[in-house]
């Protein structure tokens, strides 16, 4: 049974960083992408950033792109994402979640349906 579970998250000023992580237990995850998505009150979920494992090939969003790095550990099967530069509108509920892979031979998939495991997400709260 596929677990994850996420923590890190907290409140830092605009300008700040921070870093999530997701546990990931239950099965070898070479042939899945993980992603990390993002909830803010109102707002559809979407896509942050996420990892092909066995590669370590990453994608990411633009509103994130040179700010936020997904990276992943093989020997804790931790994936991280690091942000810096926090801005008050990238305050949300941050997701890991995790999609088997293998089939796809390039890029990753960024729609939230397309993920079968999910965490139960973290607060990550950006003050001005």
């Known amino acids: 049974q596929v677990q994850l579970v996420e923590s890190g998250g907290g409140l830092v000023q605009a300008g700040g960083s921070l870093r999530v992580s997701c546990a990931a237990s239950?099965?070898?995850?070479?042939?899945?992408?993980m992603g990390w998505f993002r909830q803010a009150p109102g707002k559809e979920r979407e896509f942050v950033a996420a990892?092909?494992?066995?590669?370590?090939?990453?994608y990411y969003a633009d509103s994130v792109k040179g700010r936020f790095t997904i990276s992943r550990d093989n020997a804790e099967n931790t994936v991280y994402l690091q942000m810096s530069n926090l801005k008050p509108e990238d305050t949300a509920v941050y997701y890991c979640?995790?999609?088997?892979?293998?089939?796809?031979?390039?890029?990753?998939?960024?729609?939230?349906?397309?993920?079968?495991?999910w965490g139960q997400g973290t607060q990550v709260t950006v003050s001005s």
């Open positions: 979640a995790a999609t088997w892979s293998a089939h796809i031979i390039v890029g990753v998939p960024t729609r939230s349906n397309d993920y079968d495991y």
């Open positions: 239950g099965r070898t995850f070479n042939n899945y992408a």
């Open positions: 990892i092909r494992w066995s590669s370590g090939r990453t």
